[in-house]
Nanobody
Framework: QGQLVESGGGSVQAGGSLRLSCAAS???????MGWFRQAPGKEREGGAA???????AYADSVKGRFTISKDSAKNALYLQMNSLKPEDTAMYYC??????????????????????WGQGTQVTVSS
């Protein structure tokens, strides 16, 4: 069973950067991997996804500021977050889907497509 453990969250001022990491007990090379976030009082939403073929998808709210990547040799997933805004404050979750091709099919940011979830790491951006 896939286990995902996030790290790298913290508090930062607006305009700053953070890099989130996700250590996976599954082969990230064969899964579609994603980063989701949930702000207080809001529903969880997709932020970025990277498929088994390396294709990526981003939510409009993070496009141009966030970059998703993976290191298949380490079974790790990353999210580089630049130009952070207070509205980026949320709990960030790493997720994995054993269905590849989600990004190509335009559904890589749909949370119900994902089978495994981490416990989350908190990101707080102050103005």
């Amino acid at each position: 069973q896939g286990q995902l453990v996030e790290s790298g969250g913290g508090s930062v001022q607006a305009g700053g950067s953070l890099r989130l990491s996700c250590a996976a007990s599954l082969y990230t090379s064969t899964y579609c991997m994603g980063w989701f976030r949930q702000a207080p009082g809001k529903e969880r939403e997709g932020g970025a996804a990277i498929d088994s073929d390396g294709s990526t998808a981003y939510a409009d709210s993070v496009k141009g500021r966030f970059t998703i990547s993976k290191d298949s040799a380490k079974n790790a997933l990353y999210l580089q977050m630049n130009s952070l805004k207070p509205e980026d404050t949320a709990m960030y979750y790493c997720a994995a889907s054993y269905v590849s091709g989600l990004v190509k099919d335009g559904i890589g940011l749909r949370q119900w497509e994902y089978n495994y979830w981490g416990q989350g790491t908190q990101v707080t951006v102050s103005s």
